[in-house]
């Protein structure tokens, strides 16, 4: 059965059922953008979203993968950014930037189900996300602004 990712089908034949879907994406793939963080679904530097919902790559299996994929690389194209991304860079939000696409894709995600989140909101939802920089502050401001963004579009 062919993995969908980023809306392209990907054949799995000859691919172990139980590799982590991160190794998939980046060893098979080349879709490095997904990080290794941790390995133990702690860190939130590998989450993608799996038919929609935030999850961290590090511990699904390949062969457990139910429905599309989208990294990263899939969310928004640097002509058409998503909306997150546009404010991601609008507000200077990273600084190494190593956790910046797991902090996103877990962003789209949460507003993608919950379009005008309160503070509470995002504390839960970003809450498994790690910043080791810090960027907590501009990472809620950028959230709310691409939840106006989203909006109004």
Known sequence: MPLTVNGADHPTDGLDPAMPLLWVLRDVLGLTG???GCGIAQCG?????????????CQVALGDVRGPVTTIEGLGT????HPVQAAWIERQVAQ?????SGQIMQAAS???????????????AMSGNLCRCGTY??????MRAAARAMKGA
């Open 34 to 36: 997904t990080k290794y």
């Open 45 to 57: 530097a590998c989450t993608v979203h799996i038919d929609g919902v935030a999850t961290r790559a």
């Open 78 to 81: 640097p002509e058409a950014p």
């Open 96 to 100: 190494c930037g190593y956790c910046q």
């Open 110 to 124: 949460l507003l993608a189900e919950i379009p005008d989140p309160t503070e509470e909101d995002i504390d839960a």
């Open 137 to 142: 502050p501009r990472i809620r401001e950028a």
